[in-house]
């Protein structure tokens, strides 16, 4: 099985554009959950879906927002780009319990 | 309430040697822990997980042991290898939010010939 794909791989945009990140599960996978990684803050949950809704949010600013579309696939979006945005954004896909990674988009913002 | 803490932060072991890194969280409600490796420009990747109903978990070279009552739980990486370097994330979720993966800061492990 094809592991979880996530596009682009790199990405630097400039202070206050917006952004979208996108991810592809493991196929028969329903729930994709989307994670910061920052040398200061670590691993952070950002929110997850499963069947198109979002079950759980972690403690971010709306201008982070997704969505999940019909076939699992799902979308990320950070509006209005500050300085500490620049990350390695993951996405990852579970059946059951295990999550799965991608290898995720780095974002530069400059 | 939601932290993991982990230690050591670094970690150096000679080839073929125990590697072992702690965990401790606080939350009772947590009832799934997994550990991840991540490498350089790569994605955590999934090694091993255990819940809180078993003592001890072994997959080849790795095995969790989790203290229920200590609230805490450790890997331990046998005959340690160069291959292994890498940093390990141990994790934690709950009954009613298995996808909402708690982590630990990290430990960056060096294992040297």
């Known amino acids: 099985k094809a592991g979880v794909t996530q596009t682009p791989r790199y990405l630097i945009k400039t202070r206050g554009q917006q952004v979208t990140l996108s991810c592809s599960p493991i196929?028969?996978?329903?729930?994709v959950s989307w994670y910061q990684q920052t040398p200061g803050q670590g691993l952070q949950f950002l929110f997850e879906y499963f069947s198109e809704t979002q079950r759980n949010k972690g403690n971010f600013p709306g201008r982070f927002s997704g969505r999940q579309f019909s076939n699992s696939r799902s979308e990320m979006n950070v509006s209005t780009l500050e300085l500490g945005d620049s990350a390695l954004y993951l996405c990852?896909?579970?059946?059951?319990?295990?999550?799965?990674f991608g290898p995720g988009t780095r974002l530069l913002v400059l | 309430q939601q932290q993991v803490k982990q230690s050591p932060q670094s970690l150096i072991v000679q080839k073929g040697g125990i590697s072992i890194i702690n965990c401790a969280y606080e939350n009772t409600a947590f009832d799934y822990f997994p550990w991840y490796q991540q490498f350089p420009g790569k994605g955590p990747a999934l090694l091993i997980a255990?819940?809180?109903?078993?003592s001890e978990k072994k997959e080849g070279r790795f095995t969790i042991s989790f203290n229920k009552s200590a609230k805490q739980f450790s890997l331990h990486i046998m005959d340690s290898q160069p291959g292994d370097s890498a940093t390990y994330f141990c994790a934690a979720s709950g009954t009613y939010n298995t996808d909402k993966l708690i982590f630990g800061t990290g430990t960056r492990l060096q294992v040297f010939p």
């Open positions: 196929s028969g996978h329903r729930s």
């Open positions: 990852a896909s579970s059946l059951s319990s295990a999550q799965y």
């Open positions: 255990i819940r809180p109903d078993v």
